[in-house]
Each structure stands twice: as structure tokens, then as C-alpha cells.
């Protein structure tokens, strides 16, 4: 169902697609959280089953207005938006805050958590035992998931597949980071770096009317795994938004109570003091990307020394991430009471 939406509020939809892609880009942060804050989880989902078997007659039929209504167009259409504009804007210049000022903006992430697990509780009003029980189980789920080992890299085209329909959660579920979840699985580097930067190099030289790289057996393989990996993104979107739209509308309380726990359980993933392990090979010498940067294996996480002033920083940007989340929920509801 299509919502009557005015100028602003599709312009801080498109913000939030922003926001929401610039989550998905940071290993242990989850654009479903945004979603979850920003009060538009349940349409996100909902709007999401609508890509189904009729929605593909409507397509085959040509009747692209009705497949723009299903499929609530204008909603999907402006958080995509803002998504491809994140990619290309603020996710760049995240990358560039991670890599000189990592402690920080972890820290931020970290303090955007705790005011989610904050705002997301203190509305929920079905606390009982049953949905005591799903809470610790997601809270159980979220730490074993933040210190799993990573495995090996594959780019097996089967195995990358699986790779973008588990990845793609970190979208639709609130609390687990979809390119954390890369990394887990070895494929980090090959699909959100190798295979990205394979897509920019073709994409330039097409441009510039070449096309040498259709003789270069690498660069190809790397489009294929990057096609691979995009259905496996699509058909994992499709099909996990449709087992959520069933359980959140089946089972509301203990689907909650489970995020609530999950999100609570993936603080360990974005603690903000820890150190980079890196890949090595059996030289025990560090492994480096196409790019020349040294590959992340996983995080040794330690305490904090609170007599230096870099901590008490952090701590800053901490309660500076609690009161962004507080701040757009606070905007949130009071737009929705007017």
C-alpha cells in the first residue's frame, strides 16, 4: 500500500537509505538497526514480500504502474536511492574516518547501538518469560556470531552465491552485520573490494570506448563473481523478507524480543578497542589485497586504559552515537504525532 508521503518525508527517506547503506558498508553494524530506529522496519519488510510471483506477472504483462503500486515503488524507490547515494558519498568517507580515526567511529557505532537496544526496549511492553527466553537466545546468538573464526576465502561460484543470500541479512535483520558476516566467511576482500573495484575498472574503460578487459580471464571472473554474488543478494532479500513478513506477523512479540536480544549481543562485535588480526600464509607472512592493503582475519578486543586522554574520547563519541540514535528517534515520533 502506497503512502501519501510529502516533500520532507521523502527527503528523510532517502536520508535514511543513506544512513542505512552506510551501516551495511561497516563490518558489525546493521542497516536493519536504522531501519528498526527510524520506525520503517515493518513496511521495509513488507514492501519487500510484495517481490513475488505476481509482481512478476505484472511485469511480464507490461503493466508497470500496477507493479510500481505492489510493490509500494515510491517507498523501496527513494530508500534505494538513498542507498546508491551512500555507496558513492558517505560510505566513501567512511572508509577514510575508519582508517584515521578508527577508535572513534567505532566508538560512535558503538553508542548508536546502545541507544537502539535503549529505544527499541523501553517501548516494548510484552516482557514476560516466553519473550525473556528469545531475548537471552538472541543475545546468546549475537556473542557466538562475534567470535566465530573466519574462514578461508572462496570464490567457488556456488559458495558465493550463499555468501550474498546470508550477507544480505544484515539489511532485513537487525543486529547482524551483513559484511561481518563476510568476513566470517572468508569473502570480505573478493566481494566487497576485488570484485567492486573490477566493476569501477570496467565500468571506466567502457566509457573510454575500451575493451581490452573482455581478454582478461581475471577481471572477468571477478565480474562473474560480482554477478553471482548479486543474485545471491536478491533471492536471499526476497526470500528472507518473506520468512520475516511470516514470523512478524505470526510470532510479533518473540520476533522483538529476539532482535532486542541479537542487537544487544552484537556490541561485542563493534567494541571499540581492539586490534586488527591480520590473514597470513603458512610463512606467517600478512596477505594483501589486489589493492596492496593487508587483509583483516578478525579483532583481539581488550580493556581500555581510562588514564589516557584518548579514552575519555572515545567515551565521548559514545554518548555522542547514544544521543543520534535518541535524537532521530525523538524527530521520528514526534512527526508521527502530528
Not at 53 to 59: E, F, G, H, R, T
Not at 71 to 86: A, C, E, H, Q
Not at 216 to 224: C, F, G, S
Not at 279 to 306: A, C, H, M, Q, S
Request: aromatic fraction near 14%; hydrophobic fraction near 50%; charged fraction near 15%.
Amino acid at each position: 500500500m502506497q503512502q501519501t508521503r510529502t516533500i520532507t518525508d521523502k527527503i528523510l527517506l532517502v536520508l535514511k537509505g543513506l544512513a542505512m547503506g552506510a551501516a551495511n558498508k561497516v563490518p558489525g553494524v546493521s542497516g536493519g538497526v536504522v531501519a528498526f530506529v527510524a520506525g520503517f522496519y515493518e513496511e521495509f519488510i513488507y514492501s519487500l514480500q510484495k517481490v513475488n510471483l505476481k509482481a512478476l506477472k505484472l511485469l511480464t504483462a507490461g503493466r508497470f504502474r500496477s507493479l510500481y503500486q505492489y510493490l509500494n515503488g515510491k517507498f523501496l524507490g527513494l530508500l534505494i536511492l538513498g542507498m546508491l547515494i551512500s555507496y558513492f558519498s558517505v560510505s566513501k568517507l567512511l572508509d577514510y574516518l575508519i582508517i584515521h580515526y578508527e577508535l572513534y567511529v567505532w566508538s560512535a557505532f558503538f553508542g548508536m547501538i546502545i541507544g537502539s537496544i535503549y529505544y527499541i526496549s523501553k517501548d516494548f511492553d510484552d516482557w514476560d518469560r516466553n519473550s525473556l527466553i528469545f531475548a537471552i537466545l538472541g543475545i546468546i546468538g549475537g556473542m557466538a556470531i562475534s567470535f566465530l573464526e573466519p574462514a578461508r576465502e572462496n570464490d567457488n561460484l556456488w559458495f558465493v552465491f550463499v555468501c550474498g543470500m546470508i550477507s544480505v541479512s544484515g539489511m532485513t535483520l537487525p543486529g547482524l552485520s551483513g559484511s561481518f558476516i563476510l568476513i566470517l566467511l572468508g569473502n570480505y576482500v573478493l566481494l566487497l573490494v576485488d570484485s567492486v573495484n573490477a566493476l569501477y575498472d570496467t565500468i571506466a574503460e567502457i566509457l573510454l570506448w575500451d575493451f581490452s578487459f573482455m581478454a582478461d580471464e581475471e577481471r572477468l571472473r571477478m565480474l562473474q563473481v560480482l554477478v553471482v554474488f548479486a543474485a545471491g543478494s536478491l533471492a536471499g532479500l526476497v526470500s528472507l523478507s518473506h520468512l520475516l513478513g511470516y514470523v512478524l506477523k505470526k510470532y510479533k512479540k518473540e520476533t522483538f524480543a529476539t532482535i532486542i536480544g541479537f542487537i544487544t549481543g552484537s556490541l561485542g562485535v563493534v567494541w571499540p578497542w581492539k586490534e586488527k588480526i591480520f590473514k597470513t600464509n603458512e610463512l606467517g607472512e600478512v596477505l594483501i589485497d589486489r589493492e596492496g592493503n593487508k587483509i583483516i582475519d578478525n579483532y583481539d578486543r581488550y580493556w581500555p586504559e581510562f588514564d589516557i586522554s584518548q579514552t575519555w574520547l572515545a567515551i565521548f563519541f559514545i554518548v555522542i552515537g547514544i544521543f543520534m540514535v535518541l535524537g532521530l528517534a525523538w524527530y521520528e515520533n514526534k512527526n508521527h504525532r502530528k
